[in-house]
């Protein structure tokens, strides 16, 4: 799956931002779509995740209640809603694929990447 993200940038605390990932590929009986960001000097770190073909979905307990995940089938995206942004969500956004039914909130167990879009939150 070739993931490319988009829709990152500098933003101020309070604002909302909307993220994409157009993926495309071989499709999967299962897959599961999910962001992760990583902040200089951290790990990398699962914010939500959707089941592309049910629609079910996971979130870090950070972005519950701030950030929703959805998708398009039409267009083959995942979008990232991201609302009363703030300083430390500041990171490099990931979006990863998983060809699998199981959610689960490690990098490792995600097969494909796309190449990250940058997200500042000033404050």
């Known amino acids: 799956v070739q993931l490319v993200e988009s829709g990152g940038g500098l933003v101020q605390a309070g604002d909302s931002l909307r993220l994409s990932c157009a993926h495309s590929g071989r499709t999967a009986n299962h897959l599961i779509l999910a962001w992760f960001r990583q902040a200089p000097g951290k790990e990398r770190e699962f914010v939500a995740a959707?089941?592309?073909?049910?629609?079910?979905?996971d979130y870090a307990n950070f972005a519950k209640g701030r950030f929703t995940i959805s998708g398009d089938n039409a267009k083959n995206t995942v979008y990232l809603q991201m609302n009363s942004l703030k300083p430390e969500d500041t990171a490099v956004y990931y979006c990863a694929a998983r060809r699998d039914y199981v959610f689960v909130n490690t990098q490792h167990n995600y097969d494909d990447w796309g190449q990250g879009t940058q997200v500042t939150v000033s404050s």
């Open positions: 959707i089941r592309w073909i049910e629609g079910d979905t």
